[in-house]
T-cell receptor, first 114, second 113 residues
């Protein structure tokens, strides 16, 4: 059973508009969340993270929102650029001490249309 | 050279072959990981090493055998694999276990015939 779910396998957005990528999780023990971006033939690269003590974290064009009660987080990219076209993975980390098991979603392929 | 380097980038092997994947990190990190990415599936954690000691084996079949001779190098030895083992194998490192940021290599795309 998947603990981290990205229910939209793909998303297309016009350049300059907002991209919203969603992620749901089931384990209330997750307390740290990350987004990774992956281009073809490259490994995933870290994009932005958020701790469960926050509900928002912003870094330039990228903002991650966390709704703990809904067990939902989202990544907003605004304005979207063609170079943002990639696969985006959501990942979660449990708070259990001594653990390091990053749990990843299946990814959402974002295509930004020029 | 910086970051996490994986070799080879592509590997085709028969089910009776023995091969090894290599990973090297130049970031001074203490923890190294092997992940498997199959089509339409989440990245699956396979193994974790922290300060050269294996701290996690996520129920991986014994036909996958990891080796971590030092904190900078990680190997994945492969033998008698099955076609369903075909996947992208990603190596990653982090400063400490669970520090929040994983740095990934570009991966080895493995095809088992």
């Amino acid at each position: 059973d998947q603990q981290v779910k990205q229910n939209s396998p793909s998303l297309s957005v016009q350049e300059g508009r907002i991209s919203i990528l969603n992620c749901d999780y089931t384990n209330s023990m997750f307390d740290y969340f990350l987004w990774y971006k992956k281009y073809p033939a490259e490994g995933p690269t870290f994009l932005i993270s958020i701790s469960s003590i926050k509900d928002k974290n912003e870094d330039g064009r990228f903002t991650v929102f966390l709704n703990k009660s809904a067990k939902h987080l989202s990544l907003h990219i605004v304005p979207s650029q063609p170079g943002d076209s990639a696969v985006y993975f959501c990942a979660a980390l449990p708070s259990t001490s001594g653990t390091y098991k990053y749990i990843f979603g299946t990814g959402t392929r974002l295509k930004v249309l020029a | 050279e910086t970051g996490v380097t994986q070799t080879p980038r592509h590997l085709v092997m028969g089910m009776t072959n023995k091969k090894s994947l290599k990973c090297e990190q130049h970031l001074g990190h203490n923890a190294m990981y092997w992940y498997k990415q199959s089509a339409k599936k989440p990245l699956e954690l396979m193994f974790v090493y922290n300060f050269k000691e294996q701290t996690e084996n996520n129920s991986v079949p014994s036909r996958f055998s990891p080796e971590c001779p030092n904190s900078s190098h990680l190997f994945l030895h492969l033998h008698t694999l099955q076609p369903e083992d075909s996947a992208l194998y990603l190596c990653a490192s982090s400063q400490d276990e669970g520090s929040g940021k994983l740095f990934f290599g570009s991966g080895t795309q493995l095809s088992v015939l």
